[in-house]
């Protein structure tokens, strides 16, 4: 049987939403060897590899113009009403992972200015809090991957715990920079720092909302809870 040209159409528009679902998972994958990075060069005090992160995040910037591109060369094609929430979704996804990856190298940014003074005891809970972040974005790229909606849920779930530990870390800061006067241009940065860290949960959470949204349409997400008590903080 010969090969009809709507075959055609439609195998090519599968190509290139197989190459956009590609180009997505690398950036993601970029965004997260990005924080992994920052979160080393915060612990190793290490100034040169933190000017190397902040360079590499043009990669990543320029992989979301790629992914635009592409988003726009399907959307000309007359998608159906799941191809268009696809499209749409890409494009929020790709926003999300580029603001994960400008994190990351503003990690390595305040990193540098932190290796200015003696160190902060309080590394480590950054970096169990980073590496919850980083838990999240792996699973929730994962379930981007497979079209899992109800993964990018339990994703969603659990960004409660980032917050508590966020919160947690917010109050020691606060707490040890009323002790120690001198510490306080340390514990700023760490703040900052850990709001970056909190926000890229967040950004997972957004990105699982629109893995929803791709599967599920106008659905309405079930409730979740948010634990970041940092405005009530005493």
Partial sequence: MATQPHDHILKSYDEERQRLVGEILRMGEMSIAQLKAALDVVERRDDKAAERIIGNDEAIDLLEQEV?????????????????????????????????????????????????SPPLPHTRGLNALGELALQQM???LAAFR??????????????????????GLFRELLTYMMEDAQSITSCTHMLFM?????????????????????????????PRTKRDETNTAA
């Fill in 194 to 222: 850990a709001k970056n860290i909190e926000r890229i949960g967040d950004h997972a959470t957004n990105i699982a909302e629109n893995i929803w949204f791709q599967v599920h349409g106008e659905d309405e997400l079930p």
């Fill in 138 to 140: 792996t699973d929730v």
């Fill in 68 to 116: 635009s591109h592409d988003v726009m060369k399907l959307a000309l094609r007359g998608p159906m009403a799941r191809d268009l929430r696809d499209i749409l979704a890409a494009l929020r996804i790709a926003s999300d992972i580029e603001r994960v990856g400008d994190y990351g190298a503003n990690l390595a940014k305040r990193s540098m200015a932190l290796n200015q």
């Fill in 146 to 167: 497979d079209g899992d909606a109800e993964a990018a849920q339990r994703v969603r779930e659990r960004d409660a715990e980032l917050d508590v530990l966020y919160t």
